[in-house]
């Protein structure tokens, strides 16, 4: 019942004519829309990649560039790149672990009662 009775209130509140409607720029609008439609489009593709298990979740997308002769260096250089990116991020990992670890234990110290000996 409480619902219905906000419901009704802000169907009230939306025949009210105090709100003016904001004015749209159709030019600008219309120029994001190849953006956006790009940004669809590699969103769907980066799914799809994900989902037939070409490209894990955390992974980053790139695209190759040059022919097929510079293809093997550079999935080469790639993987290399991917390797010092795991090393970066167990790095940071570990960081992040021990500095929550840290904060846990001078919680723990400070909430800690001072025995007497």
Known sequence: MGQMKGLMRMLKKADNN???PYPLQQEH????????TEALQQLKDTLE???????????ILRKNKGSAAEGE??????????????EEVNSVDKKRAFSVLSGQLERNLGNRKVRKQ
């Open 18 to 20: 105090k709100l003016k």
């Open 29 to 36: 609008m219309k120029s994001l829309v190849p953006r956006y």
């Open 49 to 59: 990649a994900e989902k037939a298990g070409k490209l894990q979740a955390t992974s």
């Open 73 to 86: 260096s550079n999935r080469e250089d790639d993987a290399t790149v991917e390797d010092d990116l795991d």
